[in-house]
């Protein structure tokens, strides 16, 4: 197998790539009865994420298994396969005027299994929620071959336990996911936001709350200054940079950046961004590729300023590069880390600021090599808290033979 | 019966206080708002804090006795009726708020806090906990996180589980669980999000962090006035598909209408087919747009007035009109019994006629009061408990329209759960494969099936027939 195919420098034995739902169960049994380990992978835009796996012997590639299989506009709901990529269902979706307002990192690379089995947001989460929140149903393929759905088509269900949020984040390690069932939603008429500089990241988590306070954004995000450049690589210049995303009709639009505008006074820096919806997208990518490692940290909104100064110092100090931004209202902050011998180091300290305050940080992606040394040290994870035992007891009963992506989660 | 050593080592650990034992006083715990069914406890056992209700599961794990937890019982598909449950477990003593972080929108609520107490401690800063069931004055966050109840606003903000950053679960074995937190993002699988909707089936959810919402700035509602159901759901139709996101889009027909002005004169139209209550939020710029928009569509519909409420005081008589619809029907019947079952929204004019023909088959009187803007139905079934005809006719119209609302692609519970109630119906949701999934899940959990057994899930024991005797026995 060719060298692109690997997975985290694991290269598999074989790749499969399946036309129809049924030919991905009958590629499981077959893996089933051989005992190889299956790893899925749509656009290969995520391979990098999650923790090296300990074996992949089938590569079960999903990109044949792209149907839009029902679009009811009428309903806002969509059911649609796997492999589909996010750019061709939201053409799809744009046509009705609706969306599914999920803007993961490298969306343009993302399919709609990825983006489940990722569980990776973007700045959108901030109104928009995650894909736990739009997910109405799902439909996998378990260890043994057997189709297993849960959930349904309507947008409100509670009929049996909710089977689609164990899959959603899971890696593959629990089941092949092969079709997925969203609630949509209206696309705002216009999007619009507005940016401001602050003079360090404590000023820029205090204004960004601030911002939220004046009125509900549709997005929300602090950046942080671009190392590689003076112009940065979103034309913020070198300052801590906030950008409210506002969306709806024009009346609320407008009302909203007059708002922020209020609040930001002699911070604004331009009062309407051009081109929104890019801006918003370029921001989610900004921590792709990393040399070194892209880190996400959870904690809670008020101390993203605080961790922000805390993360850029530290990695100051250690010479290692800090590209970031945060999610503002959400509490996530998300870092790409480069070059630089201590690494490991940084994380295991940064890790330990936010568990300390009850958040967690992970490493989010990498490239192989460094992915090998940080699991070893400080750990892809870090502490997945108290539900570990539960954790293992699912794994171990959805996927007893361990051939699930094996090695890529947290156990 | 239980022996009496167990009663006396529960009752060391929770005082007299929290045993009730005596004959008349477990009859209050015979039946939750599902009445259909009923089975008194030989003992119920209310915990004051968390560390009791872990010590109460300690111990009933070392007897292996199984176990039904209950929160205000407000419930309405018997998720709290003991099944081969001796001892059952009330969250109802556990009533404080224990954290409230403005700034961040988190507070942390004990099991037995009620919904709308959440919103009460918070609205001050402008906020409000989101999920808002019609009990919201009596039920409580943790029946709430049991059953991932839902509301007339959770067709915008989404129902429980959209709200619930983190549990404690007491698993049956008495060992406690964090899971999630105060944090958006978690690492490992999505514990918090199996524990929510799973009806009590895996142990006892003692705190639950919950997730704050901003309170709408300004509110347009309006009652719109048709002469049919079928001009009112087509109204809906309009208005979904229109790209519009009301907050509440609800539904009263004529039946109910009458009933709900005779107990609350709310000046609704008594000779109305039926109403539609509908809501829109947020800032006050964008609302007026909407507003024309939601008015020229049902205008379209042949709403013959659409009726604006001029001020707060006039939106809250109709919200109580619409929250207290279920108690209204008291008047119109001895007993009434409600279906939960859910369609795409388009579908609502199609089992509207499905429900309607039941009635009529069935020589039944059967009113809509519901979440239209969700495709959430909930005919309310009038009957007489002492006609053993009538109460069959009850039971098999219920069926045909959960039958129905499979056939049009829907579910049979939007937002009360399977309970006991609906476990027919789940072999006619999911395959064999998927019940699979779920049976092994909970015993991830719940191992020995000692946590309100015999709910949610279909089990070889307990079916529907051997059931009916008890039924019977009860009415």
Same mark, same amino acid.
């Given at each position: ?12 034995? $074989? ?54 299989? =029902? ?35 490298? $969306? ?13 947001? /973007? ?109 940065? *690589? ?20 407008? =009302? ?12 604004? %820096? ?67 880390? *480069? ?73 | ?17 929290? @045993? ?54 407000? /419930?309405?598909?018997?998720?709290? %009726? ?32 009620? !919904? ?27 029946? !709430?996180?049991?059953? !991932? ?43 918090? #999000? ?19 919402? &901003? ?17 009112? $759901? ?105 279906? *939960?079952?859910?369609?795409? &929204? ?28 969700? #495709?959430? @139905? ?20 219920? &069926? ?7 056939? %049009? ?13 609906? @476990? ?27 946590? !309100? ?23």
């Amino acid at each position: 197998m060719a060298e692109s195919e690997a997975i985290d420098g694991v290269v598999p034995r $074989s790749v499969v790539e399946p036309a129809t739902i049924e030919e991905v169960a009958a590629a499981i049994r077959d893996a089933a009865e051989r005992d190889l380990a299956v790893v899925p992978r749509g656009l290969g835009g995520h391979l990098d994420v999650g923790g090296p796996p300990r074996r992949a012997d089938m590569l079960l590639s999903m990109r044949s298994v792209s149907r839009i299989v =029902d679009h009811q506009a009428a309903d806002m709901t969509v059911r649609v396969e796997a492999g589909c990529p996010l750019s061709r269902l939201a053409s799809t979706l744009a046509g009705a005027g609706q969306w599914l307002p999920l803007d993961p990192p490298g $969306s343009e690379a993302t399919t709609v299994g990825g983006l489940l089995a990722t569980n990776l947001a /973007g700045p959108l989460r901030a109104s928009q929620g995650t894909a736990r929140d739009l997910l109405i149903g799902l439909t996998v393929v378990a260890h043994d071959g057997a189709l297993v759905s849960g959930g349904g088509r309507v947008v409100k269900n509670v009929a049996g336990y909710d089977m689609p949020k164990m899959h959603v984040g899971a890696l593959g390690t629990l089941g092949v996911i092969v079709e997925a069932t969203f609630k949509v939603r209206p696309r705002p008429a216009l999007e619009a936001a507005i940016a401001m500089a602050c003079a360090s990241p404590e000023e820029a988590g205090d204004l960004a709350l601030a911002l939220r306070d004046a009125c509900e954004p549709l997005w929300l995000e602090i950046v942080g200054p671009d190392p590689a450049g003076s112009s940065g *690589d979103l034309g913020f210049g070198e300052s801590w940079s906030v950008v409210a995303g506002a969306g709806g009709v024009t009346e609320e639009v407008r =009302d909203a950046l007059a708002r922020y505008a209020e609040t930001g006074g002699a911070r604004v %820096l331009e009062t309407e961004v051009p081109e929104a919806a890019e801006l918003r997208a370029r921001i989610a990518d900004r921590t792709l590729h990393p040399l070194g490692a892209t880190i996400r940290a959870a904690t809670l909104p008020t101390r993203v300023g605080a961790f922000l100064g805390k993360l850029s110092r530290s990695a100051a100090t250690r010479g290692v590069s800090c590209r970031v931004h945060a999610h503002a209202a959400n509490g996530v902050v998300r870092a790409r880390l *480069d070059g630089g011998e201590s690494l490991g180091a940084l994380v295991a300290d940064v890790r330990a600021e936010v568990e300390n305050e009850g958040g967690n940080l992970v490493v989010e992606r990498a490239p192989p090599g460094v992915k090998r040394t940080l699991a070893a040290w400080p750990g892809i994870w870090g502490d997945p808290g108290p539900g570990l035992g539960l954790m293992k007891r699912i794994k171990s009963t959805f996927d007893p033979a361990d051939r699930l992506s094996p090695g890529r989660f947290v156990c | 019966m239980l022996p009496s050593r167990l009663r006396e080592r529960l009752r060391g650990l929770v005082g007299d206080a929290g @045993i009730v034992d005596r004959r008349e006083a477990l009859l209050v715990y015979e039946c939750d708002g599902y009445t259909l069914e009923r089975a008194v406890p030989d003992l119920v056992v209310l915990p004051a804090t968390p560390e009791e209700v872990a010590a109460v599961l300690r111990v009933l794990a070392e007897e292996r006795i199984a176990f039904v937890p209950r929160g205000a019982g407000t /419930g309405l598909s018997g998720g709290t %009726l003991p099944v081969e449950a001796p001892v059952m477990v009330c969250t109802s003593r556990l009533q404080k708020i224990e954290s409230i972080d403005l700034a961040n929108r988190r507070v942390v609520a004990q099991a037995g806090v009620v !919904n709308l107490w959440v919103t009460r401690a918070v609205a001050a800063a402008g906020l409000l906990y989101a999920p808002d069931p019609s009990s919201q004055t009596a039920c409580t966050i943790g029946g !709430n996180v049991a059953e !991932n109840s839902g509301g007339p606003h959770t067709l915008k903000y989404g129902v429980t589980t959209n709200h619930v950053l983190g549990v404690e679960l007491v698993l049956p074995s008495g060992e406690v669980v964090s899971l999630g937190g105060a944090v958006e993002e978690r690492v490992g699988y999505d514990l918090t #999000g199996l524990v929510v909707g799973a009806e009590g089936t895996f142990g006892l959810v003692t705190r639950a962090t919950l997730r704050l919402t &901003r309170a709408p700035e300004a509110h347009r509602t309006f009652l719109a006035v048709f002469d049919s159901v079928e001009d009112a $759901s087509e109204a809906v139709s309009d208005i979904i598909a229109g790209g519009i996101v009301p907050a509440a889009l609800e539904m009263m027909d004529g039946l109910i209408l009458r009933a709900v002005e005779d107990a609350f004169h709310a000046g609704l139209p008594v000779d109305a087919g039926a109403v539609l209550l509908v809501e829109l939020d947020g800032p006050a710029a964008g609302l007026d747009p909407q507003a024309a928009q939601v008015v020229a569509l049902c205008t379209r519909r042949r709403a013959r007035e659409v009726r604006v409420a001029a001020d707060e005081a006039e939106r809250a008589l109709l919200w109580k009109a619409r929250k207290r619809a279920f108690g209204a029907v008291g008047r119109l019947a001895p007993n009434y019994c409600t279906q *939960d079952g859910v369609v795409p &929204r388009t579908r609502v004019p199609d089992i509207l006629r499905a429900i309607s023909a039941a009635a009529e088959r069935h020589r039944l009187r059967i009113g809509n009061v519901f979440h239209a803007g969700d #495709g959430n @139905i909930h005919p309310i079934i009038l009957f007489d408990e002492r006609d053993e005809d009538e109460v069959r006719r009850v039971l098999a119209a219920g &069926r045909e329209i959960l039958e129905a609302c499979i056939a %049009l692609g829907g579910s049979v519970t939007g937002e009360h759960g399977i309970g006991v109630e609906k @476990i027919a119906q789940m072999p006619l949701l999911f395959s064999p494969s998927d019940l699979l999934a779920m049976t092994s899940l909970r015993a991830v959990f719940d191992p020995e099936g000692r946590s !309100n057994p015999h709910k949610l899930l279909p089990d070889a024991k307990v079916c529907v027939e051997s059931r009916a005797p008890r039924r019977q026995a009860a009415m």
